[in-house]
């Protein structure tokens, strides 16, 4: 069970992402800094209790219409080894744990585990701010993932309706600026 810690962290998780968005091949906004607001998430549970997992959504409000961003993120104690330059997101300093090194979670082997798990049916989404609370909004849809097929991730969300639905998939939502909600598929199942 993943636990949330009421404290600080410096910089915010949205001022590391404010940097290192922009420098993504899959970032669709312009050259200029994006406005960054949280829009919704969940965590899933490290087995070995070590690595932390938040699947953040975040909005970036510069654009004509708002975009919706999808960034997995792994909290780790030590620098995780063998990674490329650009999985990690940036440093912290958290008011309890210490440095936390935060990366981006398709490059992280517990953050793709864990949603393979998830995808299978053998882990539980938990909520983003509260420690030890399923959470139910998250849903898996269709066929479970086996060693023949690969997860992708989807990085820039459109709501359900707009999508088209691979046979397995992962549904979450998140809210726009303008407090309508929204839900799309945050990750599917790929034939490798």
Known sequence: M???????????KRELLTEWLPKQSWYVG????????KAGGFRLDDPEGAVGIEFMVV?????REPVAYLVPMSYRGAALE?????ALIGTAEHGVLGTRWVYD????????????ALLRGEAMPQHQSE???????VTV?????????????NRVLQPAEAV???????????????????????AAVEPR
């Open 2 to 12: 993943a636990l949330i810690h009421r404290t600080t962290m410096t910089p915010t």
């Open 30 to 37: 312009d050259a200029g800094t994006p406005e960054l607001v």
């Open 59 to 63: 909005v970036d409000t510069t654009a």
């Open 82 to 86: 063998g990674v490329p330059g650009e």
């Open 105 to 116: 979670g398709v490059h992280d082997p517990v953050v793709t585990a864990q949603l393979r």
């Open 131 to 137: 420690s030890d609370a399923p959470d139910p909004t």
């Open 141 to 153: 849809h269709g066929a479970g993932l086996d060693d023949a097929f690969d997860v992708h991730v």
């Open 164 to 186: 088209q639905r691979p046979s397995g998939h992962l549904v979450a939502g998140w809210t726009w600026p303008n407090g309508t909600a929204a839900r799309g598929v945050l």
